[in-house]
């Protein structure tokens, strides 16, 4: 019953801290965010062929298709430009 109850409270635990931790990707209050053309075109630089960009969760998230036709979606710091996480749409 221990165990059971310890699982409960851990998983509880760890489905309230995801959110945070969704968010807390990109901190768009640490300065001047960049504009979505300042954002296309360092996707593009980067070899990413950009179909749509949109504000999510206080990152820019890119629609993109990789050099090898892969598509993606690649969230980028909105201050820095840095992509901080890419994941296959597939």
């Given at each position: 019953?221990?165990?059971?109850l310890?699982?409960?409270?851990f998983?509880?635990a760890?489905?309230?801290?995801?959110?945070?931790?969704?968010?807390?990707?990109?901190?768009?209050?640490?300065?001047?965010?960049?504009t979505?053309?300042?954002?296309?075109?360092?996707a593009?630089?980067?070899?990413?062929k950009?179909?749509?960009?949109?504000?999510?969760?206080?990152c820019y998230?890119?629609?993109?298709?990789?050099?090898s036709?892969?598509?993606?979606?690649?969230?980028?710091?909105?201050?820095?430009?840095?992509?901080?996480?890419?994941?296959?749409?597939d």
């Open positions: 019953m221990r165990a059971i310890a699982t409960a409270i998983s509880a760890i489905i309230a801290a995801f959110p945070a931790f969704a968010s807390g990707r990109c901190n768009p209050s640490q300065g001047p965010q960049l979505v053309e300042q954002v296309t075109a360092k593009e630089s980067l070899g990413y950009v179909r749509k960009v949109k504000m999510e969760d206080g998230e890119a629609y993109a298709i990789n050099a036709g892969q598509r993606l979606e690649v969230y980028i710091d909105p201050v820095s430009g840095e992509i901080v996480q890419q994941k296959s749409e």
